[in-house]
């Protein structure tokens, strides 16, 4: 998975943080805001009401009976207070708070619902840029032979930590008598070999030096010929390499998968001689 995917990952699981978040203060807020309890809709709705009654029956009777007598007005008829009825949820469709509730979930379940299937997505889609621990393309065959002539002898690549240089050709009749140089062979043949940038000593990171057209390590001064074979300092093996195969477009992939272990101690199959000035001295001396 690719860091920009994973960025993109990242941001969409804070996004949906922030929204459970706010989902979660914006639904106490509505319910305190001047809200009923359940228990307490309940108690009312069940209590006995003590409202005032109207004149019973009998009163109404006696009242017209001294009325027609022309003893006594006429009581006045009290209607009694209609009782209050709880409008029917269905009637009144959807509350502001159920809208609410109603939207927050329904916004969640959507924002989770993306991020799953953006994640899913992104798992199983094939990754644009091959990085390293896989086979990573490094350009074509011509291109990178050209670098290597303009540049000074040598072609980096980040995606796959590896330099590449020529391999002469009159020397793969030697190489292939190394048995570390197995797997390598092939790459050989197109006239490259691909060194891993880690020292096998500590693990620094080993650098080009174009004056003497050597791989030397600036942490503890081991020094390695052009195609990674030992020559000086602690290192007890020569560069670690990769298996470089060119396709019948002119592809060059490296398969960073697999590290081929470097050459022994004493491997010289190009015999090149620094050409120059070292780029760290001091390192530790021959072995
Ligand atoms: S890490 Fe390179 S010489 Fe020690």
Request: proline share 6%.
């Amino acid at each position: 998975m690719s860091s920009s995917v994973l960025i993109l990952l990242v941001v969409g699981g804070a996004v949906l943080l922030a929204l459970l978040a706010f989902t979660t203060v914006r639904r106490r807020d509505v319910r305190g805001a001047g809200a009923l309890s359940r228990e307490t809709v309940k108690r009312d709705r069940d209590a006995d009401l003590d409202l005032p009654t109207g004149p019973t029956g009998r009163e109404v009777e006696r009242a017209a009976h001294e009325s027609a007598r022309g003893s006594a007005p006429a009581i006045a008829t009290v209607a009694p207070p209609a009782l209050w009825v709880p409008p029917d949820r269905e009637e009144i469709g959807v509350s502001r708070r159920q809208f609410l509730n109603r939207a927050s979930v329904t916004l969640m379940s959507a924002g989770l619902g993306g991020f799953a299937a953006a994640s899913f997505v992104a798992f199983l889609w094939p990754t644009a840029a091959p990085v390293f621990g896989g086979k990573v393309n490094v350009g074509k065959l011509d291109d990178i032979l050209s670098t290597i002539d303009t540049s000074g002898g040598f072609f980096y690549s980040s995606s796959a930590r590896s330099w590449v240089t020529r391999y002469p050709s009159d020397a793969i009749p030697k190489a292939k008598g190394v048995s570390e140089y197995k797997d390598l062979i092939g790459g050989m043949e197109s006239g490259i070999i691909a060194q891993y940038q880690k020292c096998p000593h500590l693990g620094c990171r080993v650098p080009e030096c174009k004056s003497s057209q050597w791989f030397e390590c600036p942490c503890h001064g081991s020094q390695y010929n052009r195609v990674g074979e030992k020559k000086a300092g602690p290192a007890p093996r020569g560069m670690d390499h990769f298996v470089v195969t060119v396709g019948s477009s002119g592809d060059v992939v490296i398969d960073t998968s697999r590290v081929i272990t470097g050459a022994a101690i004493g491997t010289n199959t190009t015999g090149q001689e620094a050409e120059g000035p070292h780029c760290i001295t001091g390192g530790g001396g021959s072995h």
